[in-house]
């Protein structure tokens, strides 16, 4: 009498016997195995791509992280420079004004000295 297996040989039909009812029960049972092996090979399969997967995520976005911190540092770098040129800028106009100032006042007060010395030297 023609039986349907849930192997994936397609239907059976029943021998007479022990031994060759034994021999379809190990074949059943050896086409199950094989398919839950490979059901898991499968499985394994993609639980590995997926770490792989992610692996190769987590160091993409550890490298934009980096080049983000690299970009932000340059501008800070860049920020910094330009505060101290503009320091060193206003430092030497500030020394240029006081030294022509200074030089102003120098000048004048030469200039009255001498006249005041020229003075004296005319009244006496």
């Given amino acids: 009498m ?4 849930e192997s994936t ?3 059976v039909t029943a021998v007479p016997g022990v031994v060759p009812g ?6 059943d049972v050896a086409d199950r195995g094989q398919s839950a092996t490979f059901a898991l090979l499968q499985e394994g399969r993609a639980e590995l791509t997926a770490v ?3 692996g190769v995520e987590l160091a ?4 934009a992280s980096v080049f983000r911190l690299v970009k932000r540092a340059a501008q800070r770098l860049d920020e910094v420079g330009a505060e101290t040129l503009a ?4 430092l030497a106009t500030t020394t240029v004004k ?7 006042a120098t000048t004048e007060l030469a200039h009255t000295a001498l006249g005041g010395l020229a003075g004296q030297a005319a009244a006496a």
């Avoid at 023609?2 to 297996?5: I, L």
């Avoid at 320091?87 to 206003?90: A, D, L, T």
Wanted: net charge positive; hydrophobic share 35%.
């Fill in 87 to 90: 320091g060193v800028e206003r």
């Fill in 2 to 5: 023609p039986t349907k297996s």
């Fill in 9 to 11: 040989r397609g239907p």
């Fill in 60 to 63: 993409e976005r550890a490298t």
């Fill in 98 to 104: 006081a030294a022509r100032d200074t030089t102003r």
């Fill in 22 to 27: 034994a021999v379809h029960l190990a074949l």
């Fill in 52 to 54: 792989v997967v992610g």
